[in-house]
């Protein structure tokens, strides 16, 4: 039924426009349970991560639903306004996973070069920062995420680079898409998560304090290639 997709940009919104069809053309019904993300990628010949994305892009559309426990399945009632539902996908013309692969680049060498240059009153900020989120309960998701976007926000402005902050401003703002946002919070409501983030947020701070640029460096990898993981490559 699926068929391979060409390797080009945009890859999830190929798989979107595959998965649409199916169901407009009646191929795919109402209840029908899709295969799972693990199938789909060897089928269609692509990765988790896009797999993912696609999936997340077509439960934002209305067109499936997540059944915890039970797998994915096409909306009982799917929606008719074909042309709101592409709106949604095109502004989202950036993936995530390209996201998370610019911000793996960037902000390590950010944390590093903050860990050099960062004044005493970029630290006292970042400090309050992650003290704020440790208050925070594991539920207040939304307040969590404002705190993690100041707390990278800081770093990239202790680098004292204007050009290497303002492209790391760039990439923050794509994660105001409805894609991006959907894949996050879903990710951050798994139990541990949150809480998981607080405690690497303390670690990076604390190699800041004491101006180990190869152990800030290290750290702010390791914590969004964790953040990666959780969002693309957890099996449910």
């Given amino acids: 039924?699926?068929?391979?997709?060409?390797?080009?940009?945009?890859?999830?919104?190929?798989?979107?426009?595959?998965?649409?069809?199916?169901?407009e053309n009646q191929q795919l019904k109402p209840g029908d349970k899709l295969p799972s993300e693990r199938d789909l990628s060897v089928e269609l010949g692509l990765s988790r991560s896009t797999i993912r994305e696609a999936m997340t892009?077509?439960?934002?559309?209305?067109?499936?639903?997540?059944?915890?426990?039970?797998?994915?399945?096409?909306?009982e009632c799917v929606q008719d306004d074909t042309e709101d539902m592409t709106d949604i996908t095109e502004n989202d013309s950036i993936s995530p996973s390209d996201i998370f692969e610019a911000r793996i680049i960037l902000e390590p060498q950010l944390a590093k070069l903050a860990s050099q240059r960062a004044t005493?009153?970029?630290?006292?900020?970042?400090?309050?920062?992650?003290e704020e989120a440790e208050t925070l309960e594991d539920n207040e998701i939304e307040e969590f995420e404002l705190l993690d976007e100041k707390f990278h926000f800081i770093i990239a402005n202790a680098s004292y680079n204007d050009v290497l902050?303002?492209?790391?401003?760039?990439?923050?703002?794509?994660?105001?898409?409805?894609?991006w946002g959907s894949m996050k919070i879903k990710s951050l409501k798994k139990e541990g998560r949150i809480?998981?983030?607080?405690?690497?947020?303390?670690d990076i701070y604390e190699?800041?304090?004491?101006?180990?640029?190869?152990?800030?460096?290290?750290?702010?990898?390791?914590?969004?290639?964790?953040?990666?993981t959780d969002i693309f490559e957890d099996v449910d």
Avoid: C, W
Wanted: charged letters at 30%; proline letters at 1%; hydrophobic letters at 45%.
């Fill in 57 to 75: 892009a077509l439960e934002i559309m209305g067109l499936i639903e997540v059944r915890s426990g039970l797998g994915t399945f096409v909306a």
């Fill in 1 to 23: 039924m699926f068929k391979e997709v060409p390797k080009n940009r945009k890859l999830y919104m190929l798989v979107v426009d595959q998965i649409q069809n199916l169901i």
């Fill in 207 to 228: 190699a800041l304090v004491i101006r180990d640029t190869n152990l800030a460096e290290y750290l702010t990898r390791k914590h969004l290639l964790d953040i990666r």
């Fill in 120 to 130: 005493s009153e970029d630290l006292d900020n970042l400090r309050l920062v992650v």
């Fill in 165 to 179: 902050s303002k492209f790391a401003q760039n990439i923050n703002k794509l994660r105001g898409s409805q894609l």
């Fill in 195 to 202: 809480s998981r983030y607080k405690a690497e947020h303390r």
